[in-house]
């Protein structure tokens, strides 16, 4: 397999990983949030995300450089973090609460730091970068605005989440980077 190939590949599984985060929305509106319907597409969501989103640095890592990496490295520590607590949840047998705690209490801020830094971080660096199409971090941008969004439960992020990797996982696959901006390296990842 040449490198062309692994990027085409984990840009599949990005668009695989969004699908499934996507997924976790109908089934917290259907069966309720934290539902074991739910909880299931958030850990194929987490363990696709930690394994597919460092492709989305490597096809602009030129133009990101090590801030870049760090940013990318923070998405996915956060993904780890979050797939481990998520697996908890289905080893105590589901609509478990997290016990109080320094662990649980350390893995939610180093989930939530690696995740939220990182993906501010990687939406102003794609942004300057060019390498993307422009909406692509303005949907990263999306995701961290719908964090906030003044729902109860809101279950919408989830969607927003996965839309942002199923777009990203896109234009890797489709090939509808930018080479110009990109230059000789994004001609190095021909697919």
């Not at 997924?23 to 539902?35: K, N």
């Not at 939406?123 to 109860?152: C, D, H, K, N």
């Not at 919408?156 to 990797?165: D, E, H, Q, R, T």
């Amino acid at each position: 397999m040449n490198l062309g190939q692994l990027v085409k590949t984990l840009g599949w599984i990005c668009v695989l990983a969004g699908i499934a985060r996507i997924g976790m929305t109908p089934t917290a509106i259907i069966w309720g949030t934290d539902s074991v319907q739910e909880l299931t597409f958030g850990l194929i969501a987490c363990i696709l995300m930690s394994v597919g989103t460092i492709v989305t640095y490597m096809v602009q890592s030129e133009e990101t450089g090590g801030i870049g990496l760090i940013a990318t490295l923070g998405i996915i520590i956060g993904n780890i973090v979050t797939t481990a607590m998520v697996w908890t949840v289905f080893v105590f047998g589901g609509h478990v609460e997290m016990p109080d705690g320094p662990v649980v209490t350390i893995s939610r801020v180093v989930s939530m730091a690696g995740f939220l830094g990182g993906t501010l971080v990687f939406a102003y660096l794609t942004f300057r970068a060019r390498v993307f199409p422009r909406w692509v971090a303005g949907l990263q941008l999306a995701i961290v605005l719908s964090m906030f969004l003044p729902l109860e439960d809101n279950q919408w992020f989830a969607a927003v989440w996965g839309l942002a990797y199923v777009g990203m996982g896109y234009c890797i696959v489709a090939d509808r980077l930018n080479k110009k901006t990109a230059g000789v390296h994004a001609e190095g990842l021909k697919m």
